[in-house]
């Protein structure tokens, strides 16, 4: 049977700090006499009002569209979620995130499945990129991979979408990808099918495609300059080509 343990607040640990003042606790429960280490079984974990859960409300939407809505609406509620909770929580949102997250996953009943999930994690390695690991997991991102790769690789505006929602889109596909390998792989893509103007401003903001620090940056830029994302556009083979081309007669001189 596990000890009961508590002391007072050691308020120069930044954890010690935040459990008495976030759950208004005189006293810290631990798990150790020789440590500081709170015991996070026995703290009170409260429902918060307001907080975010998963709606999957996927009624109409055709099964062409299916995985992609799916995902962009786990991806939103995992912000939501984040946001929300660390607003509360500040420094302890990675130790007690999972906590709450069963009771978000109760309208869409994965409530169960991810408990599942999470039970076979640590309870010290119950951060939040663990969480995103489960959620991808009972929610089988795996089997949607096709299709977010070829959103990703498809990467120009839809009809009547502005740079805003254009680059939300791309930036929750990226990530519901889980393929970091593939960032240059789309950020070649998106200036490939940029308009010509656009494929300009970009080479003189940042030389060469090449040099596009992150997807974020460019996506960024193209916000910041929404008029680049219209216009007259080369066929964006024909400019694939003549880069190689011109990445040829480079290396021959």
């Known amino acids: 049977m596990e000890p009961v343990l508590d002391i007072p607040p050691v308020l120069s640990d930044r954890k010690h700090e935040a459990v008495a003042r976030i759950f208004g606790y005189e006293t ?36 062409a569209d299916m995985p992609l809505r799916t995902i962009g609406t786990i991806m939103d509620f995992l912000d939501e979620f984040e946001v929300f909770y660390k607003s509360i929580f500040d420094i302890l949102f990675d130790d007690v995130a999972w906590r709450y997250m069963g009771r978000a996953l109760q309208p869409c009943g994965m409530t169960c499945k991810f408990d599942e999930a999470i039970k076979k994690i640590d309870t010290k390695h119950r951060h939040w990129g663990a969480i995103e690991g489960c959620i991808r997991d009972i929610f089988r991102f795996n089997r949607m991979q096709n299709e977010i790769v070829k959103e990703l690789v498809a990467t120009r505006p839809r009809s009547g979408e502005d740079a805003d929602r254009f680059a939300y889109r791309i930036k929750t596909m990226f990530r519901a990808a889980n393929l970091p390998e593939m960032e240059k792989v789309v950020i070649f893509k998106i200036v490939a099918n940029l308009p010509d103007l656009g494929k300009e401003r970009v080479r003189d903001r940042f030389k060469k495609v090449e040099d596009i620090p992150s997807l974020d940056m460019l996506l960024g830029f193209l916000c910041n300059h929404p008029s680049l994302l219209r216009g007259y556009r080369t066929d964006p083979t024909a400019w694939v080509r003549s880069r190689f081309s011109d990445k040829g007669t480079e290396s021959d001189g």
């Open 28 to 63: 810290i429960p631990i798990v150790s006499p020789h440590s500081l280490e709170i015991n996070w079984s026995r703290v009170h974990y409260e429902y918060r009002e307001g907080a975010p859960t998963l709606q999957l409300q996927l009624h109409g939407v055709s099964a």
